[in-house]
C-alpha cells in the first residue's frame, strides 16, 4: 500500500531508504515526503543509535555533506514557488 502511517520508528530502514518518494500520514491527511538516507546500511556508523553514539564517533565531513545536499534540496523544491530563494 503506497499510503502507509510511517509514524514512529521504521521497522526495516532499508525499505525507507528505498522509498525516497511517496506519502505519509498526518492526522486525516496524505502529505507528500522525501525521506533521504544518509547513507548505504554497510557504511552506517557503527555505533549509530547505540550507547557508543557519542560526540567523538561523529563523521563532521559526512554530515557536512548530508547538510550541503539537505540544502541543496530545500533550495530545488523553492525553485518557481512564491517562497524562492
Not at 14 to 35: K, T
Request: charged share 30%.
Amino acid at each position: 500500500d503506497a499510503h502507509r502511517d510511517l509514524r514512529g520508528p521504521p521497522r526495516d530502514p532499508l525499505r525507507v531508504r528505498l522509498r525516497l518518494l511517496g506519502s505519509f500520514r498526518v492526522e486525516r491527511d496524505w502529505v507528500p515526503l522525501a525521506y533521504p538516507f544518509e547513507t548505504e546500511l554497510k557504511d552506517l556508523n557503527p555505533y549509530f543509535h547505540s550507547q557508543n553514539d557519542t560526540i567523538d564517533t561523529i563523521d563532521f565531513n559526512h554530515m557536512a555533506d548530508f547538510t550541503k545536499l539537505s540544502i541543496a534540496y530545500v533550495v530545488e523544491l523553492t525553485q518557481d514557488s512564491a517562497t524562492a530563494c
